[in-house]
């Protein structure tokens, strides 16, 4: 790590809604990265002013779920810090006096509009096609008008006066500079009636007095950026510097990642047996690139090169073959006995006795083919249970049903005769290849109705790995039912 004494401090700051978006994910791997390869601190704070879309015990979760994923936090509402506290809805009073110094400089001005007033003018400008914003009715009451009927107790907001001509010119590391026209900026709301800020509000002042370096975010906030930069501007406070991350979009059709087109939520991913490790290098690579080209990179590999500078700016696609390639990287990199850990709970999940089974011989033979942890209990079925399949698939290209019939009887004379101290892969290999060999057989008119009647699948590893795992008595009772079920046609 570089620069051990520097005061780089970068906050995550969600909201508590209830699931870990993956976008927001994304945000706090860069965030946590970008403060570890600088040396700062990674602090969470949490935005909860807009209490209707609040969800009991989600700050709870959410930290666990980053936990899960080794992004651990210097400061929090969970570890306390110098600059607490560190939830919002905790702070109403650093709020309420901060914007005091707005009113009383002119920069910010009591709103006694109803609800029903600015209802009505937003209906009247999008008749007119007019882009909805408010009309500044009370931008120039008096302060002595505004102090007294906020004393007798009228209802009000506080709002930002916009300059009224002019442009602010703001500046995004990524972007460099961007200048927004003063004109179009709405006179937004600051403070709500019930004296809770706004998002806006809140984020300005924490940020400055959390003496924030880095404001990290989705570019989704671009446009609220000038706004923030004239808050700064009106409080006479030097800006953070500001990142704003790239878009992450869907593969398909390439709109913004949403909940129709798949999960998104991190939780989803981690349930359905992505493995931390996956998904932190998968996101890491949404929108950054480190400049060396690796591609496979642990957490440790990418604070050491995550350059905020190598962020692009385009979109990031979202491309779960990808994730799936990873999450099979990450998957073999596992030893077995710490793959079986992975993969029980989903085998129990399937209703499986694993009391009796060999785990680990299943696992092995299951690993190279497993994308994803909830997939193993698709692929390993016939380990457990015996395997349903149409006798149309024993069926080796243009052979007969009778031949099929006829050559499984033969190799289970044959099979029958392998002592049970003998059954293992290799040694079925010596035994059967040279004796099909020797009789002048093709190996697929054994071997393919062997498979299938052993596994009842199209595709499987061969029939020498599972029949060794499976044992000799249930290798050659799956042969005698294929043998069965043949007979069976061929009386119908
Ligand atoms: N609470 C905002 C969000 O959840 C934070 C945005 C920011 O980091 O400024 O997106």
């Known amino acids: 790590m570089k620069n051990n004494n520097s005061p780089v401090r970068i906050r995550f700051a969600p909201s508590p809604t209830g699931f870990l978006h993956i976008g927001n994910f994304r945000v706090a791997l860069f965030d946590y990265l970008l403060a570890k390869n600088l040396g700062g601190n990674f602090i969470l704070r949490i935005e909860d002013t807009d209490q209707k879309r609040e969800v009991p015990g989600a700050t709870e979760k959410l930290i666990k779920v980053l936990k899960s994923f080794s992004l651990d936090f210097d400061e929090g509402p969970h570890l306390g810090g110098d600059f607490g506290p560190y939830i919002q809805s905790q702070r109403v009073n650093i709020y309420q006096q901060e914007v005091e110094k707005l009113l009383a400089s002119g920069k910010a001005y009591r709103c006694f509009c109803s609800e029903e007033r600015l209802a009505s003018r937003r209906a009247e400008q999008e008749a007119n096609k007019e882009a909805p914003r408010y009309d500044r009715h009370c931008r120039n009451l008096s302060a002595e008008e505004s102090k007294a009927r906020a004393e007798a107790g009228e209802a009000f907001v506080i709002r930002q006066k916009m300059p009224e001509e002019g442009s602010i010119t703001v500046f995004d590391e990524l972007r460099g500079e961007i200048t927004f026209k003063c004109a179009d900026l709405d006179d937004q709301v600051l403070i709500k009636s019930n004296g809770v800020p706004t998002y806006q509000f809140a984020n300005v002042v924490d940020d400055h007095l ?231 057989h093709k190996n697929g008119d054994f071997l393919w109705p062997w498979r299938v009647a052993l596994t009842g699948e199209k595709a499987s590893p061969s029939p020498f790995e599972v029949a060794s795992v499976l044992g000799k008595d249930k290798s050659i009772a799956r042969v005698e039912v294929a043998i069965f079920r043949l007979d069976q046609k061929s009386l119908q």
Request: glycine residues 4%.
């Open 210 to 440: 959390m003496k924030i370096t880095h404001v990290t975010r989705g570019d989704e906030w671009l446009s609220s950026f000038p706004k923030n930069i004239l808050l700064y501007q009106d409080f006479g406070w030097t800006p953070p510097r500001f990142i704003h991350f790239p878009l992450i979009l869907n593969k398909e059709g390439g709109g913004k990642l949403s909940k129709r087109k798949g999960d998104v939520f991190v939780e989803d991913y981690l349930a359905k047996g992505y493995l931390p490790e996956a998904l932190v290098n998968f996101c890491a690579l949404l929108g950054w690139h480190p400049a060396d080209d690796q591609e496979i990179l642990n957490l440790t590999e990418l604070i050491e090169r995550f350059d905020y500078r190598d962020i692009g700016v385009s979109p990031a696609v979202f491309d779960l073959e990808k994730l799936n390639y990873y999450n099979g990287y990450y998957i073999r990199q596992h030893d077995l006995d710490s793959l079986v850990e992975l993969c029980s709970p989903y085998l129990k999940e399937a209703g499986y006795d694993l009391k009796e089974a060999n785990l680990k011989a299943i696992i092995a033979l299951s690993r190279d083919r497993l994308k994803v942890l909830s997939e193993v209990a698709l692929l390993t079925h016939y380990f457990f249970k015996e395997p349903e399949y149409d006798i149309s698939l024993l069926i080796w290209k243009n052979l007969s049903s009778n031949q099929v019939r006829e050559n499984l009887k033969e190799l289970s004379t044959v099979l029958e005769e392998i002592l049970e101290v003998d059954w293992t892969k290799e040694n079925l290999e010596e035994i059967i290849l040279p004796y099909l060999k020797e009789k002048n």
